[in-house]
């Protein structure tokens, strides 16, 4: 499973914990990356903070596939973009995080030291959440990760045509 704002998980159960003389519900998720636990009461868990994990790459191939957008060059105006788009916790909005700053990177323009956080933070959590759906490791699924990016900046460049 993935939550919006704590990322990937494993829902391992419920537990009931009482609480100023109430027994409540709460779901249990181990997070990943030995994060601990995260515990959500059933009775104020919202449909939009809990989603199934991706089973594939699909979504990313498609953001790749898309014309990277221009960041803006004022440092604190595309930082706080970037930190909108990945506070969303949505694989779409991860993912072009990725292609837009592969994209400066691309194009010889500097990326400073918070746009290489804000870059692994977005990689990160999609790798976690591939990961765990394709059940692969991390690396492997970095590995595909990177050359889906590296191809997709190619076409962009115009450097290789778009294959099938």
Same mark, same amino acid.
């Given at each position: 499973?993935?939550? &919006?704002?704590?990322? &990937?998980?494993?829902v391992?159960? &419920?537990?009931?914990? @009482?609480?100023?003389? +109430?027994?409540?519900?709460?779901?249990?998720?181990d997070?990943?990356?030995?994060?601990?636990?995260?515990?959500?009461?059933?009775?104020?868990?919202?449909?939009?903070e809990?989603?199934?994990?991706?089973?594939?790459? =699909?979504?990313?191939? /498609?953001?790749?596939?898309?014309?990277? +957008? @221009?960041?803006?060059?004022?440092?604190?105006?595309?930082?706080n =973009?970037? +930190?909108?788009?990945? %506070?969303?916790?949505?694989?779409?909005?991860?993912?072009?995080? *990725?292609?837009?700053? %592969?994209?400066?990177?691309?194009?010889?323009?500097?990326?400073?030291?918070?746009?290489?956080?804000? /870059?692994?933070?977005?990689q990160?959590?999609? *790798?976690?959440e *591939?990961?765990?759906?394709m059940?692969?490791?991390?690396?492997?699924?970095q590995?595909?990760?990177? %050359? *889906?990016? @590296?191809e997709a900046?190619?076409?962009?460049?115009? +450097?290789? =045509?778009?294959?099938?």
């Open positions: 499973m993935v939550h &919006t704002s704590y990322g &990937t998980g494993i391992t159960g &419920t537990r009931i914990i @009482e609480r100023n003389g +109430e027994n409540k519900e709460y779901f249990c998720i997070l990943s990356d030995d994060r601990g636990t995260l515990m959500i009461p059933v009775d104020r868990l919202d449909d939009t809990l989603r199934a994990t991706m089973q594939d790459m =699909a979504i990313i191939r /498609e953001v790749m596939e898309k014309q990277p +957008e @221009e960041l803006s060059d004022h440092h604190r105006t595309r930082q =973009a970037i +930190e909108d788009l990945i %506070s969303t916790g949505k694989p779409r909005m991860l993912a072009q995080v *990725l292609r837009d700053l %592969s994209w400066r990177r691309h194009n010889d323009i500097k990326l400073t030291q918070t746009d290489k956080k804000l /870059e692994t933070r977005a990160k959590r999609l *790798l976690n *591939l990961a765990l759906g059940q692969l490791t991390v690396q492997t699924v590995k595909r990760m990177n %050359s *889906l990016i @590296e900046m190619m076409v962009h460049d115009g +450097e290789v =045509a778009v294959t099938a």
